[in-house]
């Protein structure tokens, strides 16, 4: 609608509301914490919640430079446990910050039409 403007104001409805991206979303969605910020002093300080998808608990950390290109979260594996499976049509990075333990990758061969 528009508005008259009143002294140096600008004409219109200057009023607008960015909408969440679909990652934001689907963040939300995984009812974990979400840390949002320009960085984190120590990961291990981050408060996790139980992440069901995953199997284990967990938080995101959304940071101010990644300019909505990278994903980042935090996992803890249960002492002993594991993790559930998960499946990527990228690739994924890990960091592992305290303890050790082992991981498996499995690959689904590919057809090639030659």
């Given at each position: 609608?528009?508005q008259?403007?009143?002294?140096?104001?600008?004409?219109?409805?200057?009023?607008?509301?960015r909408?969440?991206?679909a990652y934001?979303?689907?963040?939300?969605?995984?009812?974990?914490?979400?840390?949002?910020?320009?960085a984190?002093?120590?990961?291990?300080q981050?408060?996790?919640?139980?992440?069901?998808?995953?199997?284990?608990?967990?938080a995101?950390?959304?940071?101010d430079?990644?300019?909505d290109?990278?994903g980042m979260y935090?996992?803890?594996?249960p002492?002993?446990?594991v993790?559930?499976?998960?499946?990527?049509?990228?690739?994924e990075?890990?960091?592992?910050?305290e303890?050790?333990?082992?991981?498996?990758v499995w690959?689904?061969s590919?057809?090639?039409?030659?």
């Amino acid at each position: 609608m528009y508005q008259e403007p009143v002294g140096h104001e600008m004409a219109g409805n200057l009023h607008s509301k960015r909408l969440p991206t679909a990652y934001e979303t689907f963040m939300e969605e995984q009812g974990i914490p979400l840390f949002r910020g320009l960085a984190l002093y120590d990961v291990r300080q981050q408060a996790l919640a139980p992440w069901k998808r995953m199997g284990g608990r967990g938080a995101f950390i959304h940071l101010d430079s990644m300019e909505d290109l990278w994903g980042m979260y935090l996992v803890e594996v249960p002492a002993g446990g594991v993790l559930n499976p998960e499946r990527h049509i990228y690739e994924e990075v890990f960091l592992v910050i305290e303890g050790h333990g082992t991981t498996e990758v499995w690959r689904k061969s590919a057809k090639r039409s030659e």
